[in-house]
């Protein structure tokens, strides 16, 4: 066999030799199943050290792509056919697997796939979203907290670090919490990526596919999509103007039998209703009586713009009964997604091993960064001034939704939060009248996207009046009251 | 009734009038069921308005204290007695659901709970961890690009943004991997919170509890954690010097019919073996033949230290067979919690979407700096150096084992990565050996760790090679032989 080989090459020998082999094996001219030439041959027909060819055949054999039998030489391996390549675009190609993903109910509302093409277009007014006015994070402020943080903490930043969360971020949440009238300790503090996580990891520790979970009717969106991601069996207990109907809730336990119990008690998303105190309490009484944990997504109760506030479920908990929720993202800055729970009992540890298997932690740069934002009383600042704006706004939309649309349509005004929950006039559906809306500039969130069935919710609309300075707000109740008289 | 009341107070009357009904509801001094004064007679006892008493009674109803009959008066309610608080260190007060929290084998192993206990202890020297140097951390450049993107991108870094993971970052990742010769595109690219993460996902998607996943035998106890913590059937297949036994493989998969195959073919963890070339075909093959997804977790591949660079099994894949895997974790900055997936198909969507439930997205702001850092060319240098620096601490450890431990040791060395996988003289067990070699001074992760049956194990232990210089490596390195020398 003739092999050209470079001696003043600085590719060493045995790797020229390699290559030719391989090459001539990939590309067929050497034959399936021959046999290569005995390395003492080679070696001598190439005037090399049989080393030499012994280390190439070595290598070409580690590869598969030639085998030697014991004591009769060495031999090309008919190369492993891979399936063929799809076509792009050839549905009917991709692994029967891809064809058949498991049934889980991740598809959005035909109507809110709508929103997303509005998203960025210029002179658009958007009351669809779910958190609060973006320019007043307090973006320069944090800027100098990380510099600050990466300057004295350096590497210990970039490391995992405790794996329930910074420990004097848990510290600051506890104190945060206490001054609300909810004492804990950081040792049942665990920090999550935002709100959203602890709930996946509540809800996914203690249910199993096809285990009941009951929630208020409507919902929180995000908690109706993951549970149907992940196969539970929904149950729904209707809201009013005091929140979940905690007398209709004793049936549902019984008849049910449910895992846990998601509830919004404070500025309730969408409906924008608060608990009452004696629902607060009965709620703890039935969670005791029906062995039930509740989870108590909290994911704005300080934003808080006049009456009194109610104890937290928490607060209530006589011991183990309630997982506490509540996050940084939707008054601060969504995009560092840090998130809490407060939890007791074998329950903290439980969940504590499972966010570890999960995600290992949440980025400890952001939770130092945040610790030192909070702990010098920004935050309470940031707060107490984004209160103020925000009633401001509330208002303004509650003006405008009077003077622009005022025939027939219902309101209950929230008392915080971030959400006004209105129901059309007469049978109007909310989804029909998206699309006009967009065409006048303007959108807001359907009401069937927070309802079981999506048609409970067809004359429902929630609007976010936290996001839009008064004027720009009023022009988009403006174009809605166009879209609406269209109808 | 006779209630004080000052005129003079900042506290509105009707405030002071509800504080004492309160009071006296919660203390008992006013019966449940006795009915309070009529609103008209109240204000004229008290010499205030008939609004300002009918204020007070509306605000503790709203609370659950009292109730209205309707021309009958306002009655208090009987308090809702809250269960009992629990004692502290009562475990029997935990609710039964606490008590028999789902079994999901969240528990770590004995052995690898003393290894917490020399966590942070000053001349300790640990070969257990699972990452490289912090000291090689670029926390400095680091700094700097968070600060740029800061001034640059204020308030946008720190909004949700795209689901899929922050484009340009994307795009940068899918150039990163066509260089290593894994040709993809941003589209096919999502983002998330390390590539544990990506592990939950892609096993949360296609999976439910009592399904079946095929796993190299030992492999990864993050894995190995998840897939217990989630209830599936865990299978194992062996690995030899060249990876995954995939001869075995066949009948593996004709009996179990696994959902997933679980695969690190590169430095695998804990062996620090490469799957050969031929078998990587040989591995698509197979998925394509039995109809089943393979999870390509290439956690350290461009770690190489010496040898060629195997083919992705993600570049075998002729379409929406493989998903695959990385994390910029091991070598740049595990804090960060960044890593990424690459998919086609089907799946990928439902991935996106099912991240989304899970946690919403990742930090925007740790993205933007990271695509910052990563296509300034500086990830490149990084690696270069971090390969030369991790090269010369292999051959020294391997030395030093030479040196120190050589009678009856077994190691197959590793071409590149972070662990030398290393079987003791005879019998010996590393559960036994770790408490001595902490009273020594040194740690290691013991082999049991990376098997389904932890006994399977019991001979073999991992070591870090990359965590430490050569010198405090080898001094290491002596007292694990003094421990040995002990057992």
Known sequence: MRIPIDRNSPTPLYEQIEKHLRQGILN?????????????????????????????YAALEADGLVYSRVGSGTYILPPNPLPKISRPGDETAWPLWQRNLPERSLGARAAVEELRLTAGRADHISFAGGISDSNLFPAEDFRKVLQAVMRRDG????????????????????????????????????????????????????LEPGDTILVESPTYSGALDLFRALNFRIIGVPVDGQGMCVDLLEKQLQQHH????????????????????ARRRELIVLSDRYNVPIFEDDFVGDLRYEGRAQPALKALDPGGRVIHVSTFSKMLMPGLRVGFLVADGPVYDGLVKFKRVNDLA?????????????????Y?????????IFRKRRDAMLAAIQR???????????????????????????DDLLPRAIREGVDFMPGGNFFLDGGDGAGWLRLNFVVHEEGWAEEGIRRLARAVARL
Chains 1, 2 share one sequence.
Do not use: M
């Open 28 to 56: 067929g001219s050497l034959a399936p199943e021959a046999r290569l030439p005995a390395s003492r041959q080679l070696a001598s027909d190439l005037g090399v050290n049989r080393i030499t060819v012994e280390n190439a």
């Open 362 to 378: 949440t980025s400890s740069l952001i939770q130092r960064a945040l610790h030192d934002y909070v702990t010098v009383g920004r």
């Open 258 to 277: 449910p895992k846990l119990v998601y509830t919004i008690p404070n500025f309730h998303n969408p409906t924008g209703t608060c608990l009452s105190g």
């Open 155 to 206: 590497i210990a930043a970039l490391e995992y670090g405790d794996r329930r969360g910074y420990a004097p971020l848990r510290e600051t949440i506890a104190h945060i919490l206490a001054s609300q009238g909810l004492q804990t300790s950081p040792e049942n503090v665990l920090i999550t990526a935002g709100s959203q996580q602890a709930l996946a990891l509540v809800s996914q520790l203690l």
């Open 380 to 388: 309470q600042a940031h707060l107490r001034r984004s209160t103020h």
């Open 404 to 430: 622009h649309l005022s025939g027939g349509i219902d309101i209950d005004p929230p008392q915080g939060g971030l959400f006004i929950w209105l129901k059309l006039p007469g049978n109007l559906s909310a």
